[in-house]
T-cell receptor
């Protein structure tokens, strides 16, 4: 089935560790996004990508790295996780003309 | 820098009431404005998308308006039902594809 899949759904890790959150979409959408959602802050844009090999910073990019070597994948890496990065992370994709489709989210806890 | 604000942060109404949710944005150079719904613990579901050249969009009991010059949008929900209880988010998209969200309005419709 066509869709957008995030993995893992839940992750617990320790400070200082590297963590990679995966996002895969089957529509060949050109745009992909990563957001974090925290109480009191709504959804904040971390990074977005307009096409393969094109990425740009959002509102809160510090501490995160992204890559997009293939159109369908947009992994998000926390190079050295900190407690402040505990959050729910959402990936989304869009063809640029219509509303984006969101994944179910990854709940990340950093101890 | 685009900033999106939603008022009120929370709203509780009795079933059957008509209600209005507000969204304001600071930069009027938008490509489109979108309204989403989020149920607890879930991802986002798109509701309405208004292109920058449009004034309003309607879907069933929902009507969204856009006044780009004043940086405002409203989401009107007619004859509210308990199933409408959720968090409603607005987001603005710029020409480059960046999609910025407000913090959301948490709606509770009491039977």
């Amino acid at each position: 089935d066509a869709g957008i899949t995030q993995s893992p759904r839940y992750k617990i890790t320790e400070t200082g560790r590297q963590v990679t959150l995966m996002c895969h979409q089957t529509w060949s959408h050109s745009y992909m996004f990563w957001y974090r959602q925290d109480l009191g802050h709504g959804l904040r844009l971390i990074y977005y990508s307009a096409a393969a090999d094109i990425t740009d910073k959002g509102e809160v990019p510090d501490g995160y790295v992204v890559s997009r070597s293939k159109t369908e994948n947009f992994p998000l890496t926390l190079e050295s996780a900190t407690r402040s990065q505990t959050s729910v992370y959402f990936c989304a994709s869009s063809d640029g003309t219509k509303y984006p489709h969101f994944g179910d989210g990854t709940r990340l806890s950093i101890l | 820098k685009q900033e999106v604000t939603q008022i009120p942060a929370a709203l509780s109404v009795p079933e059957g009431e008509n209600l209005v949710l507000n969204c304001s944005f600071t930069d009027s150079a938008i490509y489109n404005l979108q309204w989403f719904r989020q149920d607890p613990g879930k991802g986002l579901t798109s509701l309405l998308l208004i292109q920058s050249s449009q004034r309003e969009q309607t879907s069933g009991r929902l009507n969204a308006s856009l006044d780009k010059s004043s940086g405002r949008s409203t989401l009107y929900i007619a004859a509210s039902q308990p199933g409408d209880s959720a968090t409603y988010l607005c987001a603005v998209r710029n020409q480059g594809g960046k999609l910025i969200f407000g913090q959301g309005t948490e709606l509770s419709v009491k039977p």
